[in-house]
């Protein structure tokens, strides 16, 4: 590998309505990792165009606009499928399991298996710190979170907590869908007064008009915009009713909130 030849490549691209396709290529390894398979066309275009073979596939966590592609490009390209071990039974052709805190190389790279449960019990978030890369599946988003289907609200509030005391301000995040547009509408209803979020309504509304996506992120930016990461900000618990509440319940109230918006 040359000096001028990039560490890691990392190519995003958009799978089924509102899901995204994630590659990170390794160069100096020829190795490629994909991370969840929400239909397999798309990553399978994405590797014809980039001349990548694919090695290797992460999994967050087991619902089928995750991992409805995966056999079929497991079939393709022969890539060795890692997932949650609270998966097993729920994912077919998986090969190697992980708990919260394993870690997994690729290459020279070494991703880490964070446990981030509350969207489902299995979620895991992946991250690499030598890339200041992270995907957090359905657990984070820009200026939101997951749903709260299988765990509880203090379990994702803890998730959420989790990811921000691990991730570096600098990491860049990837996730699982293109939400950050209706994020946003309700973030501005709870936070009304933080110029942050201003600026980044105004910036996802242009990128969106220009058609194009608002991902990936910063941490740094999702501490700055994100009110699920804001719980302990004493505007937003003013208006959502919670003040000197646990970050928790402050939490609860505001997935409540969003669970119910229609904005």
């Known amino acids: 590998m040359s000096a001028d030849t990039p560490r890691f490549e990392i190519k995003q691209f958009p799978c089924l309505s509102d899901n995204f396709g994630v590659l990170i290529h390794l160069p100096d390894s020829g190795r490629t990792v994909a991370f969840d398979v929400p239909a397999a066309g798309p990553y399978l275009e994405a590797l014809e165009e980039t001349g990548w073979k694919l090695t290797d596939i992460l999994i967050t966590h087991h619902h089928w606009d995750h991992v409805e592609g995966l056999s079929e490009l497991k079939q393709a390209t022969g890539a060795k499928v890692t997932a949650p071990n609270i998966s097993k039974g729920k994912i077919a052709d998986v090969d190697a399991y992980v708990e919260d805190g394993d870690r997994v190389m690729v290459g020279d790279l070494e991703f ?109 930016q999702e501490l700055a915009t994100n009110p699920f990461l804001r719980t302990s900000d004493a505007s937003i618990q003013k208006t959502v009713g919670k003040e000197g509440a646990s970050q928790a319940e402050v939490f609860a109230e505001l997935r409540t909130r969003k669970d119910n918006f229609r904005g």
Not at 117 to 136: E, L, M, V
Not at 163 to 179: A, K, M, S, V
Not at 193 to 209: F, H, I, Q, S, T
């Open 112 to 220: 880490h298996a964070v446990g981030t449960p509350g969207h489902t019990i299995d979620q895991i978030s992946w991250w690499a710190p030598d890339a200041k890369f992270a995907h957090t599946g359905d657990t984070l988003f820009s200026v939101g979170c997951g749903r709260v289907m299988e765990g509880d609200m203090e379990m994702m509030s803890a998730s959420l907590e989790k990811l921000t005391r691990l991730l570096p301000g600098d990491t860049n995040i990837y996730c699982g869908h293109e939400y950050t547009a209706a994020n946003v509408k309700f973030a501005l209803t709870v936070d009304a007064d933080n110029p942050a979020l201003a600026r980044r309504a105004k910036e996802v509304a242009d990128l969106r008009n220009a058609g194009k996506s608002t991902l990936p992120t910063t941490m740094e």
